[in-house]
């Protein structure tokens, strides 16, 4: 597919947390699937994507696409993606005179196959109180005018490039007295690209927040939050 996945121990630990948190599934009580695919044509008039020697043509795109969902009495897990797959192949290309003053190397990261997947779960580790987080997604970020992409300094179209992302936390919420509910939430978020034309970074967020439960028509709360790069 000329990807890769990005490894690592952090990568490592968010797939084993989502691995824990399906496996009280084993007993789930209900499991939904679906699945889908979808064919298209589409016509452009630049499939170079140049300024100049624009040449036509048509693409032909098939999309499979599902998802799978299991709830269980505490742990709920979904698991939904597709992945877009193109008819253009770089030969294809290069037999159209595309490539430009970079030759052969602006077909080097191109890939014909987009994918997408996520991954969400929830585990209630005690009902009403403490419930654990886990989300993980895999994809294809957009073109970004900052940075240069390809061999091409000037290139700012060519640094797209795919990324995985996962996060992970716990969620408290209780009542306090008879009126007021207190939750705190606290979330590690990190971003792997799969190359280097865009840094890595990660993420620690808390939140706290103080509410009351009746007031009428009015009420109030305190709100606060907190965040590391």
């Not at 009495?73 to 294809?92: C, D, Y």
Request: hydrophobic share 35%; glycine share 8%; proline share 4%.
């Amino acid at each position: 597919m000329g990807a890769s996945y990005p490894t690592g121990q952090p990568t490592r630990a968010s797939l084993l947390a989502l691995a824990l948190l399906s496996a009280p599934l084993a007993q789930a009580a209900k499991i939904d699937t679906n699945l889908a695919i979808a064919p298209s044509i589409v016509y452009t008039d630049n499939v170079c994507l140049t300024e100049s020697n624009k040449k036509d043509d048509w693409i032909a795109t098939v999309t499979p696409n599902g998802s799978i969902g299991a709830q269980g009495k505490k742990t709920s897990i979904r698991v939904t993606g597709f992945m877009t797959i193109n008819s253009l192949t770089n030969s294809q290309l290069k037999n159209r005179g595309c490539g430009g003053v970079n030759g052969d190397t602006v077909f080097r990261n191109r890939n014909q196959y987009s994918p997408r997947v996520q991954a969400v779960a929830s585990y209630n580790m005690f009902p009403r109180s403490l419930r654990w987080n886990a989300s993980a997604r895999w994809d294809e970020n957009a073109f970004n005018s900052r940075f240069a992409g390809g061999d091409d300094p000037l290139n700012r179209r060519g640094n797209a490039n795919r990324y995985f992302r996962y996060s992970v936390g716990p969620t408290y919420t209780t009542q306090v007295a008879k009126d007021y509910s207190l939750n705190a939430r606290y979330k590690y978020d990190e971003l792997i690209n799969d190359t280097n034309k865009a840094n890595d970074s990660f993420r620690h967020t808390g939140n706290l927040s103080f509410r009351s439960l009746y007031g009428g028509p009015f009420s109030w709360g305190l709100v606060g939050s907190a965040t590391r790069t």
